[in-house]
């Protein structure tokens, strides 16, 4: 699976930016796929996921609410919308497959996209 990440870049806080990433390469009917973000100087976290089969979306507390996970079967691309973001969401968002029901887990990924730098100003 060969995956590319777009849409970053500046935006105010409380404001919205929209991130895409376009899949290729095999089917994903059996993946989960993930939104993962790595600030400066800390780990990469989990920020959103979504079965690309039955479309259920999962989201850590800290983006609940503000953040939308979503795919599109018929462009193979799964969209991460950002509304009301904070300046503490500034990072390197990576969209990445996984086969694992661990989806939560950084490792368990199999594939990932390069990384798209969100900013956000206050």
């Known amino acids: 699976v060969q995956l590319q990440a777009s849409g970053g870049g500046l935006v105010q806080a409380g404001g919205s930016l929209r991130l895409s990433c376009a899949a290729s390469?095999?089917?994903?009917?059996?993946?989960?796929m993930g939104w993962f973000r790595q600030a400066p100087g800390k780990e990469r976290e989990f920020a959103a996921g979504?079965?690309?089969?039955?479309?259920?979306?999962y989201y850590p507390d800290s983006v609940k609410g503000r953040f939308t996970i979503s795919r599109d079967k018929a462009k193979n691309t799964v969209d991460l919308q950002m509304n009301s973001p904070k300046p503490e969401d500034t990072a390197v968002y990576y969209c990445?497959?996984?086969?694992?029901?661990?989806?939560?887990?950084?490792?368990?990924?199999?594939?990932w996209g390069q990384g798209t730098l969100v900013t956000v100003s206050s």
């Open positions: 990445a497959a996984t086969g694992s029901r661990w989806f939560r887990t950084t490792d368990e990924y199999d594939y």
């Open positions: 390469g095999r089917s994903l009917s059996r993946y989960i």
């Open positions: 979504i079965s690309w089969s039955d479309g259920s979306t």
